[in-house]
């Protein structure tokens, strides 16, 4: 069976599934920021599939460009959670997200 | 030409490894090089599917910049006094890597998959599989899609660009040290020395009176020069 836009859809999708498992589950930030990396990751997998076997597969680059932009959103968005990281655990010395849990001060 | 499936599979087998990797591993150092090892099987994927110039985009953000950054800020939040990451907390020994409601996020991650499998197995037929352009297949995609970005998607392109630029300055600024933490900072070393000017002063009184109540005129004459010496 040749590989095609299912194929792809799998994969992306468990990558995903992935990512919010980690989300949800782990406790330190910066797992939580890698599992967030995840699921940009899976979302990417999809965009490039659709853009080589899907309905955009006459016009691919579209499809490739949005990866190509989405992955550089997402290094600009990992750069500022870990600033934000920092911010936190000098201000609550932890980055543990169930010992985080004051909303304000 | 269709994709090469062993190499297909190898890459989404090595990706899905990493990623359960990440979001399993105890230790959070090994979850940071599963995340690299993610990235290099993502990086094989996307170049198995046809999609050389993203796939070396993704091998660079995923194993390299993303890794670095995290690293840089578990090395930055780590306590000397103790280890600060996942997988000892001083404080809660009975909480592990992950959170006790584990088995709840399992249940919503699997959900969200079968979600996704479900729609990608059933409308199969909707997604019509458009000719492939056989010069990307001969010549890959680097080029066109260097051409594309630089021309129909200038504009996205700088915006990143810029984003790129403003999340560099937004996360020094938000990292830095601001007035209020120094404040707080002062305020604390403050009270703290005022606190032990007090406390020092309450054994000084402390032992002037013990000194004292032996009694007679004569020892409590000779004992502040005693405390003096002392």
Same mark, same amino acid.
């Given at each position: 069976m040749s590989i095609g836009v299912t194929h792809v859809l799998v994969v992306s999708a468990l990558i995903f599934g992935a990512g919010v498992y980690g989300v949800l589950a782990r406790r330190s930030l910066f797992g939580v920021l890698l599992a967030l990396q995840l699921m940009l990751a899976g979302a990417e997998v999809a965009l490039v599939g659709f853009a080589r076997f899907g309905d955009a597969s006459a016009q691919p680059l579209d499809g490739m460009a949005l990866a190509f932009l989405a992955i550089l959103a997402g290094a600009a968005e990992g %750069?500022?959670?870990? +600033? #934000? /990281?920092?911010?936190?655990?000098?201000?609550?010395?932890? %980055?543990?997200?169930? &010992?985080?849990?004051?909303?304000? *001060? | 030409m269709s994709v090469n499936g062993p190499l297909f599979y190898l890459g989404a087998a090595a990706s899905l490894a990493g990623a359960i990797a990440v979001v399993t591993v105890k230790d959070m150092r090994s979850a940071v090089l599963a995340f690299a090892g993610f990235g290099l099987g993502l990086g094989l994927l996307l170049l198995v599917i046809g999609a050389d110039l993203v796939a070396g985009l993704a091998v660079l953000v995923f194993t390299g910049v993303v890794p670095?950054? /995290?690293?840089? *800020?578990m090395v930055l939040t780590t306590d000397p006094a103790g280890p600060g990451d996942d997988a000892e907390a001083p404080r809660r020994p009975m909480l592990?890597?992950?959170?006790?409601?584990?088995?709840?996020?399992?249940? /919503?991650? +699997?959900?969200?998959?079968? #979600?996704?499998?479900?729609?990608?197995?059933?409308?199969? *037929?909707?997604? &019509?599989t458009g000719p492939y352009p056989s010069e990307l297949l001969d010549h890959g995609t680097t080029a066109t899609l260097g051409r594309v970005l630089l021309s129909s998607y200038a504009l996205p392109f700088e915006g990143v660009g810029v984003l790129l630029l403003a999340a560099a300055v937004g996360a020094t600024v938000i990292a830095r040290r601001d007035r209020m933490e120094r404040d707080m900072d002062r305020a604390e070393r403050e009270r703290a020395e005022r606190e032990e000017r007090m406390r020092r002063r309450r054994e000084d009184r402390v032992r002037a009176r013990e000194g004292r109540r032996p009694g007679d005129?004569?020892?409590?004459?000779?004992?502040p020069g005693d405390e003096d010496g002392g």
């Amino acid at each position: 069976m040749s590989i095609g836009v299912t194929h792809v859809l799998v994969v992306s999708a468990l990558i995903f599934g992935a990512g919010v498992y980690g989300v949800l589950a782990r406790r330190s930030l910066f797992g939580v920021l890698l599992a967030l990396q995840l699921m940009l990751a899976g979302a990417e997998v999809a965009l490039v599939g659709f853009a080589r076997f899907g309905d955009a597969s006459a016009q691919p680059l579209d499809g490739m460009a949005l990866a190509f932009l989405a992955i550089l959103a997402g290094a600009a968005e990992g %750069v500022v959670a870990v +600033a #934000l /990281v920092l911010l936190a655990y000098r201000r609550h010395r932890t %980055v543990h997200v169930d &010992e985080l849990d004051k909303l304000a *001060g | 030409m269709s994709v090469n499936g062993p190499l297909f599979y190898l890459g989404a087998a090595a990706s899905l490894a990493g990623a359960i990797a990440v979001v399993t591993v105890k230790d959070m150092r090994s979850a940071v090089l599963a995340f690299a090892g993610f990235g290099l099987g993502l990086g094989l994927l996307l170049l198995v599917i046809g999609a050389d110039l993203v796939a070396g985009l993704a091998v660079l953000v995923f194993t390299g910049v993303v890794p670095a950054v /995290v690293l840089t *800020g578990m090395v930055l939040t780590t306590d000397p006094a103790g280890p600060g990451d996942d997988a000892e907390a001083p404080r809660r020994p009975m909480l592990s890597a992950v959170l006790k409601r584990w088995p709840l996020a399992l249940g /919503v991650a +699997a959900g969200f998959s079968a #979600l996704l499998i479900g729609v990608a197995a059933t409308s199969r *037929g909707d997604w &019509e599989t458009g000719p492939y352009p056989s010069e990307l297949l001969d010549h890959g995609t680097t080029a066109t899609l260097g051409r594309v970005l630089l021309s129909s998607y200038a504009l996205p392109f700088e915006g990143v660009g810029v984003l790129l630029l403003a999340a560099a300055v937004g996360a020094t600024v938000i990292a830095r040290r601001d007035r209020m933490e120094r404040d707080m900072d002062r305020a604390e070393r403050e009270r703290a020395e005022r606190e032990e000017r007090m406390r020092r002063r309450r054994e000084d009184r402390v032992r002037a009176r013990e000194g004292r109540r032996p009694g007679d005129s004569g020892m409590a004459a000779a004992l502040p020069g005693d405390e003096d010496g002392g």
